[in-house]
């Protein structure tokens, strides 16, 4: 069914459907040549990409963006000059080859391009050359785990070696994108994490070390009008690093934490 629009900060252009009720709802396959009707995401995964607030002419940079949910989301949104699609991983990037084939109209073909740098080092060979960027980044995510079959308790070993890693991968990669966008444009760090070593941890060290850049406050224009919708649970700091939704029950939207920061010069 579809979800009734709540006004702004939706775009009507951005057309939203759930279903009735809290099951793993099958996409439709993939098709060579055809086009997809219905992208599935978590409505939460929207935040970010509203926060970004494309705007027509824009150039952006997706800097994490496989399989490209939020990608399709952001070209929804507005008509950006360009949208660059960046992906380490050559696996997930054909994996968002495949989504953009398959949901990505030819008229568009030429405003979205792919690329395969690091995102750690995408801001230096690309210092300020977009409006807006987003930071999707990589997390422990373990939402998934629900999802990854048997076999569990040896990936769960990895998976928690991998854990710790991620606080400086992150950091890595918020610098990048900081240095990637213009003076006056904006960064959205987003990630499906409760962990607050990888969410407002990673914002306040980036915070403390960046000169030049500036925390905006996302309550009024996001959380306020969208409360109905999500539960956003306050991050007890002021101003606030962000906003996270926390999944309860009838509302199972999240784990999300999204932040935006300001380039000033
Ligand atoms: C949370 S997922 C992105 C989801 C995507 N934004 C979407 O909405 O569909 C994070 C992605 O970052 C990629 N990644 C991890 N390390 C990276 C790096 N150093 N540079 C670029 N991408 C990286 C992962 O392969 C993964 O596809």
């Keep these: 069914s579809s979800i ?6 939706l ?31 978590n409505a939460a995964s929207l935040l970010p990409v ?24 952001i070209l929804q949104t507005a008509d950006p000059a360009l949208l660059c699609c960046n992906e380490m991983d050559p696996h997930r990037r054909d994996w968002l080859a495949k989504t953009l084939e398959s949901f990505i109209p030819q008229s568009l073909s030429r405003t979205v391009t792919v690329s395969n740098q690091d995102g750690r080092i995408f801001g230096q060979s690309e210092a300020g050359m977009y409006d807006k960027v987003l930071l999707d980044a990589p997390c422990s995510n373990d939402r998934s785990w629900l999802f990854s079959g048997p076999g569990g308790e040896q990936r769960g070993a990895v998976r928690l070696r991998e854990r710790a890693r991620l606080p400086t991968l992150q950091t890595q990669l918020l610098r ?17 994490t409760l962990s607050r070593s990888e ?16 925390l905006q ?14 539960t956003f649970t306050p991050l007890g700091h002021t101003p606030s690093l962000g906003l ?10 999240g784990p999300m934490f999204l932040s935006r920061i300001k380039r000033i010069h």
């Design 176 to 192: 990048s994108a900081l240095a990637a966008v213009r003076p006056g444009g904006v960064v959205v760090y987003s990630t499906c």
């Design 50 to 73: 509203l926060a970004l607030g494309v705007e027509e002419g824009d150039r952006v940079l997706d800097l994490c963006s496989a399989p490209g949910g939020k990608a399709l989301a």
């Design 11 to 41: 775009p009507p252009s951005l057309q939203c459907f759930i279903h009735p009720s809290p099951v793993r709802y099958p996409g439709p396959p993939h098709r060579r040549g055809q086009l997809k009707p219905c992208y599935l995401l």
């Design 217 to 230: 406050d996302l309550e009024e224009e996001l959380a306020l009008p969208l409360q109905e919708h999500f």
């Design 199 to 214: 969410n407002q941890e990673v914002v306040e060290a980036v915070l403390n070390t960046s000169p030049g850049v500036e």
């Design 4 to 9: 009734p629009h709540p006004g702004p900060p």
């Design 244 to 253: 996270l939704v926390v999944p309860q029950q009838g509302q199972t939207w």
